[in-house]
């Protein structure tokens, strides 16, 4: 059973950057797709962008793309979501998940074992 823990969340300033790390601790991490999703105060949970178990694929939401990248490292048991330019509308808590099929479609995947998320806050 892999279980994922989110970390690098804080505050930055409008226009800055935070790199976010979602690492597996436990169970077979590569072979699964990997999900970012954030959900800000008083809304729903929504898709920022994933990555596919390789690597080498990867879909963003069109509130971040040209602003956010997803890259892992498998080696590392880890998945990275690098946030530039950020505006105030990114504060949020910010999840990973893991695809629930090994070596999945990344458009057709579907998301469960959710970390506990990572609190990502800008300033204006």
């Known amino acids: 059973q892999v279980q994922l823990v989110e970390s690098g969340g804080g505050l930055a300033q409008a226009g800055g950057s935070l790199r976010l790390s979602c690492a597996a601790s436990?169970?077979?991490?590569?072979?699964?797709?990997i999900g970012w999703f954030r959900q800000a105060p008083g809304k729903e949970r929504e898709f920022v962008g994933a990555?596919?178990?390789?690597?080498?694929?990867?879909n963003y939401a069109d509130s971040v793309k040209d602003r956010f990248t997803i890259t892992r490292d498998n080696a590392k048991n880890t998945v990275y979501l690098q946030m530039d330019s950020l505006i105030p509308e990114d504060t949020a808590v910010y999840y990973c998940?893991?695809?629930?099929?090994?070596?999945?479609?990344?458009?057709?995947?579907?998301?469960?074992?959710w970390g506990q998320g990572t609190q990502v806050t800008v300033s204006s």
């Open positions: 998940a893991k695809g629930t099929t090994a070596w999945g479609l990344l458009s057709q995947t579907k998301y469960a074992s």
């Open positions: 436990s169970g077979t991490f590569n072979v699964y797709n």
């Open positions: 990555i596919s178990w390789s690597g080498t694929a990867s």
